[in-house]
């Protein structure tokens, strides 16, 4: 985690494939690189594939890997706006984030 703080995320990647390597059963792990590589590879199918393996490890305490999966399945635009709308809400900005959650809605009925 310590790479992944000082923004070496090239470092983090390898450093959590290989945490993935020793303990294939620790979930933690599976979800931090899963966000290295959804946030910083662009690479949302291979952050699919590590939150299908989180949940099927019995996911992580504190975080809910469904609603993460159904974010990282989103088509682009919808994630886009979706993600727009938590920034907003992370704000307090309540009707910038109404507004984005709307569009998102609006866009993907289905999955947002």
Not at 22 to 43: F, M, R, V
């Amino acid at each position: 985690m310590l790479k992944d703080a000082r923004k070496d995320y090239d470092g983090a990647e390898k450093m959590y494939r290989k945490a993935i390597e020793l303990k294939p059963t620790y979930a933690t792990s599976h979800w931090h690189l899963s966000l290295i590589l959804e946030n910083h590879k662009n690479d949302i199918p291979g952050a699919i594939k590590l939150m299908e393996e989180v949940i099927r490890l019995g996911g992580v305490p504190g975080f809910d890997g469904e609603q993460r999966l159904a974010t990282l399945r989103l088509n682009p635009e919808t994630r886009l706006l979706y993600d727009e709308g938590l920034r907003h809400k992370r704000a307090m900005k309540w009707n910038e984030a109404i507004a984005a959650f709307q569009r998102c809605v609006a866009l993907d009925a289905n999955h947002s």
